[in-house]
């Protein structure tokens, strides 16, 4: 399964609380920003996966399905559909991958992977970074 580019707005800013936050209710199986290095700040724009288009985020299922989402031109991505949980993500370029080690239930990428590291008392070393 493939997702589709996602919007240019708020890059590294937790997507699911925030439209919770605005009253739209969850939307978002998953959903997130991949940036070059691992500290940037909220309202950075991450990496423009409209140049780079051999980086790709899958999302691993417990059922198995790996569903793989190309970043748009913000760094940003999402996943609409079905996911099973938990899931194991993952960032693949040409440069090689980059993967959780452990298993997510929450689809809120950058509730997680903050510009400090440890959002939401995770143990996320920083931002989701595409492998160089």
């Known amino acids: 399964m493939t997702g589709t580019p996602a919007p240019k707005h708020n890059p590294g800013g937790a997507c699911e609380q925030c439209h919770d936050a605005l009253g739209v209710g969850l939307v978002f199986a998953a959903a997130g920003t991949v940036y070059a290095t691992g500290h940037e700040p909220d309202f950075c724009y991450g990496i ?28 940003n991505f999402y996943w609409k559909g079905p996911l099973s949980l938990p899931y194991l993500p993952k960032v693949a370029s040409s ?7 452990q298993p997510h ?18 143990q996320a070393p920083g931002r989701i970074v595409v492998p160089y």
């Not at 929450?106 to 992977?113: A, E, F, Q, R, W």
């Open 105 to 122: 239930d929450n689809g809120d990428c950058n509730l997680c992977h903050t510009d400090m590291a440890g959002g939401n008392g995770s």
């Open 95 to 101: 440069k090689g991958e980059r993967a959780a080690t």
């Open 48 to 75: 423009d996966g409209l140049t780079m288009t051999d980086v790709v985020v899958h999302l691993l299922g417990h059922d198995g399905a790996d569903i793989a989402i190309h970043p748009g031109e913000t760094g």
